[in-house]
């Protein structure tokens, strides 16, 4: 389906079309333990994407020749559903984009996890987008930490997300899909909060300097409320007792 | 609720040795979610086995070689009972209780001192709240194989082996009771509770 010819304006009277500030990020909610069968699971809803995944591991490392006497190999696959996108099939299934997206989540985790209490095994990181409104990634990345922390596989930090960008010559925080497609510049960014190491960094668009750094402390800002939240999803579970799984509430 | 703490999260201004942490620039830090106890150290509450020499494991047979038999506990790493180690021969399949004699700088475990569990279930519960369902001198299990009259061997490794005899339903509930709530205070008494509802007179 072709883009429309006329651009949609995206801001109006200093606002984006939500009604967001240029730093608001849209409305989090993340529920850690939601699957009955992974090691660790994490659901995100982030404005309108819906994000669930799934962990498994430490476990027996297949192909063997993959293993590592040293530590544990990271596997990521992270995929589309056909039902995510408003074109039908969209970007669903496996693609050059799903394909890039797994590697550089896999390499996200690789710089937290403490891969080598578990030589000769594999971690298996698994992201399915069920529906995806922009920053798809960046849920991705905020989900698998959570689900990582919930499998109990030791990492240095929660590694947290957010894409920001251009739209119309103003730098905003975690751009929407429409933002995205019609904007000048999108920046998704994951960074370990407990450092401020940038663990994901991909950029669309031009971008000056300047324009680049009001990027990355809109970033930092926005992490601090993802960090949070994360955090109150892990709490969360322990208040209620690890009960199995019944009904997942979307 | 106790104090929990997450990965990433600052433990201690110092370098201190405790399990669950890693050190970063003279500083400690948490490694997976857990509850830090009055005496500072960390208890987890997720995460895999982690086999020490000693510890009591339950697994199932998953290979039978000449050399000896592959015994699946649930965990990345094999574990192995030589066939020079045991008098008896066990089938594929066949639930043992064992001891974990070696274990390798790269986590496989060697077993010995193999038993045969005859009849009964597996179920799979989490390692790190294994303690909890042992309890103090046994006290947990004890309660529960009371109550029901169930046979109960508990493998450190999580998987917890219950008899054929006894209110089977009622104790499998009963540890599974446990490992919902192992971080929540009062639980023995609450096990004492809810033992005490469902008894089947």
Partial sequence: ?250 | MANIVLPGQLISEKEERMGYTFVENGKTYATVPSIQNDDGRLVPLRGPYEPLEEDMVVGFVSDVRFAGYTVNINTAYGAFISSRDTRDKFALGDIVSAKVREVTEVKELTLTDAMSLKGGSLIKFSPVKIPRLIGKKNSMVTMIKDATGCDIFIGRNGFVWLSDKGDVSLAKRAVQKVDAEAHIPGLTDRVAAFLKENKKQ
């Fill in chain 1, 1 to 250: 389906m072709a883009p429309p010819k006329d651009k949609p304006k995206l801001l109006k009277d200093g606002k984006r079309l939500d009604g967001r500030g240029m730093g608001d990020l849209r409305p989090l909610k993340i529920t850690a333990h939601v699957l009955n069968e992974a090691n660790g699971s994490a659901y995100v809803e982030w404005g309108k994407n819906k994000v669930i995944a799934g962990v498994y591991g430490p476990k027996e490392c297949i192909p063997k020749h993959d293993q590592s006497p040293y530590r544990a190999i990271l596997k990521c696959r992270y995929t589309m559903a056909p039902f995510s996108g408003a074109e039908e099939h969209g970007r669903s299934g496996p693609n050059r984009r799903s394909t890039e997206l797994s590697k550089v989540i896999r390499e996200v985790f690789e710089n937290v996890v403490i891969a080598e209490a578990y030589p000769k095994t594999a971690i298996e990181i698994y992201i399915e987008v069920l529906q995806s409104d922009g920053g798809t990634r960046c849920a991705a990345i905020t989900a698998a930490a959570v689900a990582l922390a919930d499998a109990g596989i030791p990492m240095k930090d929660l590694v947290a997300a957010v894409a920001v960008g251009k739209v119309e010559g103003r730098m905003a925080a975690d751009l929407s899909k429409d933002e995205d497609n019609f904007g000048e510049s999108d920046m998704p960014l994951a960074i370990a909060p407990r450092n401020g190491d940038v663990l994901l960094f991909q950029m669309d668009g031009m971008l000056t300097k300047q324009e680049m750094q009001e990027g990355f402390d809109l970033a930092y800002a926005g992490i601090e409320q993802v960090k949070r939240i994360q955090a109150d999803a892990l709490r969360k579970v322990y208040e209620e007792g690890g009960k199995d799984v019944v009904s997942l509430k979307m």
